[in-house]
């Protein structure tokens, strides 16, 4: 059975983002095992610190090298992703074998599908900037992507509703990502 790891961009626990990936999940339903990777505790980039690697770092470096595909949900904050998540794909960018750029990375070819719930944009900025940034590290970013403007109700509820187009767009990806 494949292995899907989420990405969640946003901290805050009632997220929407965290919302459509629940969503997602009960999509994806037993099709593949899925998992929400936690990297909450993970230290800024710093060369300091870089080699040896902090155990954080390898306990995310190996789920990242254990799933099948990632599915990041994010926000978009000032027309491009959260400084976190950066941090966390800085990361993922950075040479497993120390100093040996020539070897792939635990990112390197890996399947990421992109969602987004934020603003009255749908996150298209972040999602276009993300894209570029995955790509030139190396992942496989599918084309496929759902932005959802959170409707300005939401924002007083903290309950994100999707409409059945928006679950339609969340069916498509998880269909490209499980093939």
């Given amino acids: ?8 961009g946003s901290l805050r626990a009632k997220s929407f983002n965290r919302q459509m990936a629940e969503v997602a999940k009960e999509i994806i339903g037993n099709q593949a095992e899925v998992q929400e990777l936690d990297y909450s505790r993970l230290p800024w980039v710093n060369q300091d610190i870089e080699q040896p690697e902090p155990a954080e770092v390898a306990r995310i470096r190996k789920a990242i090298t254990e799933a099948d595909a990632l599915w990041i949900f994010t926000p978009e904050y000032n027309f491009s992703y959260p400084g976190h998540l950066k941090n966390l794909l800085d990361w993922l960018s950075r040479p497993v074998k ?8 635990c990112i390197n070819g890996k399947r990421v599908a992109l969602s987004g719930a934020g603003g009255k944009l749908a996150t298209a900025k ?4 993300l894209s570029e940034l995955l790509s030139f590290i190396r992942a496989d970013v599918l084309p496929e992507q759902t932005g959802v ?21 969340l069916k498509l990806q998880a269909e490209k990502l499980l093939q």
């Fill in 98 to 105: 120390p100093l040996d750029y020539e070897t792939p990375t």
């Fill in 126 to 129: 972040c999602r276009e900037k």
């Fill in 149 to 169: 403007a959170v409707p300005p109700e939401a924002w007083t509820t903290d309950v994100l509703t999707l409409t059945d187009e928006q679950k339609a767009q």
């Fill in 1 to 8: 059975m494949k292995k899907i790891l989420f990405i969640i």
